[in-house]
């Protein structure tokens, strides 16, 4: 049987992802950062047109310097003409290029996608593990020591221990983050030491673990999470898992998020903690409302810390992580014997909380047992054992947070009423970040002080056009999305500064979205609104996101790669947002209207906003 002939491919790991360029005799590819360039990559450390690449008859390929200001280099070596063979490795400023052999019908799309992509699909991952019952895991990777390795020359390892299902994203140029469907925090931890082991040659590979429900249930405390547990491994101990149980805490004032302090700059939020500073001085239970990510947490231990109990144990619990077979003997504790695995006595979270404060985050993932056993505990403050009888005075504050209506769950059966008439006792409504604008600033300062310790950067400061850029965006995910995006910009960030090409794609992408609405404003601030505008602000926004993307097709003539340069956006999220919107081709050039979306369809909530 004849031997299907094998091409030369350039692989090209940028900060955004990857690039797969086929090559064909005689074919001249440019890479650069902008147009004519064949292949255009939105990175300030390549030239207009960088360099020329053409494959030669004997397989070897041509690398042309085409003028560049950082140079062209192959294997090392700066060159002006030169010629590359597989498995060389060619740099372009930042941006590193692997000569691979593939033949022809091999799939054009290689494992890494960009931490965009990732991100998406691990929200729509969280949702469906979270209405199924299910797990999900997510892994974050580096390569250990002194000097940084580039993914290149070690993602072929963490390729070979993952599953066909798993999904692997470019964090950045020396990390990756791996989504693991289906897989449970121990199966994750698994992976993860296979991963880890040592090869010969090789660098040593860390790797921070994350799951749901065991750590968290929302793809932004996952990243968040995965992201801490990284920052904890080392080369003695290359793994390392977050968190190690349900609850933290347990020292006092509590230990989960120390150093990280309050910002209050909005009226709504010294609203908050003058409210806070009146019922610290209290015991009864307070209720904290808010969408995910508002920093609920932050506002229970202020709470705590100016109470006279503040030298007591602050205990926070996730309820959403315990799985629901241990509720109660995680709440209550157990005696020996009371299940298989109890093999001794162990106390609940209130027990060891005497005398301090009890957090029970997302309080609406109790079962109506646990809500049965919680609401005695409320009445009486006394607890007993699973196994036991026997019941134990406690002495604890409780305050209790969700993001969900507990009123519409109590109407349909799901929340006891007659608990949360006992929480509620004294509610605080958390605003989200889009309300409080004035604090995005400090917040993000305040992140980038601590991703610079966490990472051994010495990023200074936020230009003024990524700050305007991070006022204006909605932040679905709040405070800690924010806090995501600024600790990911300070690790890709070039220089002693954080640009608008470090901040994430879909904050870039909404602003270039408000631009042109901004300029639509302008040009046609005489016309009259509309008044078919119902909808939700979420709605409104894709149905104008799908509009823009459209009116860029049909100017194209349907060429996606054209219209995502009139966007400029990657081309790769051109393709998710048509995808995500509904935007089809119907045939001669003429894109069929989107559909309207569905909240289902970028695996959020209800009280999402669109990016």
Not at 157 to 174: F, M, T, W
Request: a negative charge; one cysteine or more.
């Amino acid at each position: 049987m004849r031997q299907a002939r094998t091409w030369p491919t350039l692989l090209v790991y940028h900060r955004d992802g990857t690039e797969l360029v086929e090559l064909r005799p005689g074919a001249r590819q440019v890479i650069g950062r902008t147009s004519p360039s064949d292949v255009q990559i939105d990175d300030d450390s390549l030239s207009r047109q960088h360099a020329c690449f053409t494959l030669l008859e004997n397989g070897g390929v041509r690398v042309e310097d085409l003028g560049s200001l950082n140079g062209t280099w192959v294997q090392g070596e700066r060159v002006t003409d030169g010629v590359a063979r597989i498995g060389d490795e060619v740099m372009l400023g930042r941006v590193i290029i692997t000569i691979e052999e593939r033949a022809p019908e091999a799939s054009l799309l290689p494992g890494l996608s960009s931490y965009e992509r990732l991100r998406s699909t691990l929200e729509e991952e969280v949702v469906r593990a979270r209405f199924f019952g299910r797990s999900a895991a997510i892994l974050m990777v580096r390569a250990g020591g002194r000097e940084s390795a580039h993914v290149s020359r070690w993602l072929a390892r963490v390729e070979a221990e993952l599953r066909p299902i798993d999904k692997v994203g470019l964090y950045s140029l020396d990390a990756v983050t791996v989504l693991l469907p289906e897989a449970t925090l121990s199966a994750a931890c698994d992976i993860a030491q296979r991963i880890s082991e040592p090869k010969e040659g090789g660098p040593t590979l860390l790797v921070g673990v994350a799951a749901s429900p065991e750590t968290a249930t929302s793809a932004e405390k996952l990243l968040e999470g995965c992201r801490a547990a990284l920052q904890r491994a080392a080369p003695g101990r290359p793994v390392h898992a977050m968190p190690g149980g349900p609850w933290t805490g347990g020292g006092p004032s509590g230990q989960a998020n120390a150093g990280e302090q309050p910002v209050v700059e909005s009226a709504a939020m010294r609203q908050v903690f003058m409210t806070v500073a009146r019922l610290a001085r209290s015991s009864i239970p307070v209720l904290l409302q808010g969408e995910t990510g508002t920093g609920k947490e932050v506002i229970a231990r202020a709470l705590h810390e100016q109470s006279p109990r503040h030298a007591r144990p602050m205990i926070c619990v996730n309820c959403g992580a315990i799985p629901q077979q241990l509720v109660e003997s995680t709440l209550f504790g157990y005696e020996r014997g009371a299940f298989t695995g109890a093999l001794q006595q162990q106390k609940g979270i209130f027990e060891a909380a005497e005398g301090g404060t009890v957090f029970l985050d997302e309080v609406g993932e109790l079962p109506l047992a646990a809500q049965a056993a919680l609401l005695r505990v409320l009445e009486t403050r006394r607890v007993a054992r699973v196994g036991s009888t026997k019941e134990i005075d406690v002495d604890v504050r409780l305050i209790a947070a969700t993001h969900r209506d507990l009123e519409a769950m109590a109407a349909s059966g799901s929340f006891r009423l007659d608990l949360l008439f006992r929480l509620n006792t004294m509610t605080l409504d958390i605003p989200p970040l889009r309300e409080r604008v004035e604090e995005i600033e400090p917040l993000a300062m305040c992140f980038l002080q601590i991703a610079n310790q966490a990472n051994e950067r010495r990023i200074q400061r936020i230009q003024p056009d990524a700050l305007a850029l991070l006022r204006s965006y909605p932040w679905s995910g709040n405070v800690r999305e924010l806090r995501n995006a600024i600790e990911r910009a300070v690790v890709i960030a070039e220089g002693d500064s954080i640009s608008v090409h470090d901040l994430p794609e879909r904050v870039r992408a909404a602003g270039r979205i408000n631009a042109h609405h901004a300029n639509e404003v302008l040009v046609a601030s005489a016309e009259p609104t509309p008044a078919n505008d119902a909808g939700g602000l979420r709605t409104r926004m894709q149905n104008y996101e799908a509009q823009v993307i459209v009116e860029a097709l049909r100017t194209s003539q349907w060429n996606q790669t054209e219209a995502a340069r009139r966007l400029e956006m990657p081309l790769r999220t051109l393709v998710h947002r048509m995808k995500v919107l509904g935007i089809k081709k119907l045939g001669f050039g003429t894109p069929e209207p989107p559909s309207p979306p569905h909240p289902s369809d970028e695996g959020g909530s209800d009280d999402d906003l669109p990016v």
